[in-house]
């Protein structure tokens, strides 16, 4: 079994994995093994779970160890995963992080509590983050303003990246926020600060050529078409820019329409069940519903799509 514990050098694409529910709204096993399988036999290095399009808030305690359990033994070591560990309090960060590295999990990721405002504040917190996770923890600090409301400097960044031994990853997830991740790059370079992992997670990909450029590892992210993301990945890697952005734009119209605030997790769920992915698009109360017109807007954009596709395939 390969050695699959979170370090500096993780690349490629971790998915952020949907939790699949029954239409009555229960963890739904099964589908958690087959939506395991369909991220692998597309590509993915990595996956991450229990994070903010995971549901991970309307789950239960105990929901999340038996989700994380499952998980893991489908993995059955393959890839990385990775757990979302964030939590208003120290104290069910540290009890959760704790069960799922016993799981076998490779990592844990943390965002800044949405209380902490002040650049002291951030830097404070993550120094508690620190003491909580240990010494023998690797995790990964999540940037995500539009979800935690916490705007985080480049400064305070690479303080944390300074302060922090064991966070051996950035989830870049700022928009607009490429400068930034050239800031953080740069700095690397000039020895400031040590070179981490970074992943690009802003929502579907919807900027990953452009961060890649930038210095970006791969990405953390979902979308319901894993493969645009690994293939755009391995097209960059390989040094072929212009493929990388011509499998993007491919996708680019289904990625967007992916991203609408409000029925984004419940598209992505719809085009899981079209693929065969997970049995049911139940997104846990509260949560939206498709309509007839969203539907078929996104039958439309996968029929272009394929066409597309079928273009670049053939050029």
């Known amino acids: 079994?390969?050695?699959?514990?979170?370090?500096?050098?993780?690349?490629?694409?971790?998915?952020?994995?949907?939790?699949?529910?029954?239409?009555?709204?229960?963890l739904d096993l099964s589908s958690t093994d087959s939506m395991v399988?369909?991220?692998?036999?597309r590509g993915a290095t990595g996956l991450t779970i229990l994070g903010i399009l995971g549901e991970a808030t309307k789950l239960t305690a105990e929901e999340s160890r038996v989700f994380v359990r499952q998980v893991l033994a489908r993995v059955n070591g393959r890839v990385p995963v990775v757990v979302g560990a964030s939590s208003?309090?120290?104290?069910?960060?540290?009890?959760?992080?704790?069960?799922?590295?016993?799981?076998?999990?490779?990592?844990?990721?943390?965002?800044?509590?949405?209380?902490?405002?002040?650049?002291?504040?951030?830097?404070?917190y993550f120094d508690m983050v620190n003491e909580t996770l240990g010494v023998d923890?690797?995790?990964?600090?999540?940037?995500?303003?539009?979800?935690?409301?916490?705007?985080?400097?480049?400064?305070v960044v690479l303080k944390i990246l300074k302060n922090s031994p064991m966070c051996v990853m950035l989830k870049h997830e700022d928009s607009p926020g490429l400068a930034k991740l050239s800031a953080i790059r740069a700095a690397s370079s000039r020895g400031e600060v040590r070179r981490v992992s970074i992943l690009a997670g802003n929502g579907g990909g919807l900027f990953l050529p452009e961060e890649l450029t930038r210095g970006a590892d791969g990405a953390m992210t979902g979308f319901a078409y894993p493969e645009m993301m690994v293939d755009v990945c391995a097209a960059h890697a390989a040094g072929d820019v212009e493929r990388a952005h011509d499998i993007f734009d491919a996708y680019l119209p289904l990625a967007r329409y992916e991203q609408q605030t409000g029925i984004g997790l419940a598209v992505r769920k719809h085009l899981m069940v079209q693929r065969g992915a997970i049995a049911s698009a139940m997104v846990r109360k509260p949560g939206p519903k498709l309509s007839a017109a969203d539907v078929s807007d996104i039958d439309r954009l996968v029929r272009r799509q394929d066409k597309?596709?079928?273009?670049?395939t053939v050029g």
């Open 1 to 26: 079994m390969a050695n699959t514990t979170l370090d500096t050098r993780a690349k490629g694409v971790y998915l952020i994995a949907v939790t699949p529910f029954t239409d009555d709204g229960a």
């Open 37 to 41: 399988d369909f991220y692998l036999e």
């Open 88 to 124: 208003p309090g120290f104290a069910p960060m540290g009890e959760l992080t704790r069960s799922v590295m016993d799981m076998g999990a490779s990592g844990v990721m943390v965002a800044p509590a949405s209380s902490v405002r002040t650049d002291d504040q951030i830097t404070a």
């Open 137 to 155: 923890v690797p995790w990964a600090l999540q940037d995500h303003p539009v979800s935690t409301g916490v705007q985080m400097s480049t400064g």
């Open 308 to 312: 597309r596709l079928a273009e670049i």
